[in-house]
C-alpha cells in the first residue's frame, strides 16, 4: 500500500517506536492499533461484514469469520499489526470422523457398514462403482 511521503515518516518514526519497546509493552501496543486481516493481499478493514467475511474485536481478541466456505478459500489468511505479520492456512476437513470398516456376513442374512461422519454431512454409498440410490437398486 503507497502512502504519502509524510505518512511513510510517521509510520518509519512509528517501527522505530514500537522496536524499542520490551515485549509486554508491544503487546499493548498492537493491541490498541487496528489489526487488518489479509486475504491472499485483499485488506478487510475492522469490524466489517460483508456476504463472505466477518471481521470481529471483542477485547484483545481479533476474529475473522469466512461464511459459505468454499474450495477456493482453502487457502493462507495474514493478520498483521504495525509490520508484523501472523499467517494460518485454511485447510479442508476430514468429514470422516470414523472410517467404514470391512464387514462379514452369511448368504442370506444381512450386513451392516457404518462410519461415523461429522455433523451435517452428506454422506453416498457406492456399490462397486454405482451410487446406491432408488434408480440403481430397487
Not at 510517521?10 to 499493548?28: G, R
Not at 460483508?50 to 466456505?69: A, H
Request: aromatic content about 10%.
Amino acid at each position: 500500500m503507497k502512502f504519502s511521503p509524510k505518512i511513510e515518516i510517521f509510520l518509519q518514526k512509528i517501527e522505530i517506536f514500537v522496536k524499542n519497546l520490551t515485549n509486554s509493552e508491544k503487546y499493548k501496543f498492537c493491541n490498541s492499533l487496528t489489526i487488518n486481516s489479509l486475504l491472499d493481499g485483499k485488506e478487510l478493514k475492522p469490524n466489517s461484514q460483508i456476504l463472505k467475511f466477518e471481521m470481529i474485536q471483542n477485547g484483545n481478541r481479533r476474529s475473522l469469520i469466512l461464511k459459505n466456505v468454499t474450495k477456493s478459500d482453502f487457502c493462507k489468511y495474514t493478520v498483521s499489526c504495525r509490520g508484523e505479520k501472523k499467517e494460518a492456512k485454511l485447510s479442508k476437513k476430514n468429514p470422516f470422523v470414523t472410517s467404514v470398516q470391512n464387514t462379514k456376513g452369511y448368504i442370506g442374512g444381512i450386513a451392516v457398514f457404518q462410519c461415523d461422519v461429522h455433523v451435517g454431512t452428506q454422506v453416498n454409498w457406492y456399490y462397486g462403482n454405482k451410487v446406491i440410490n432408488r434408480k440403481n437398486f430397487r
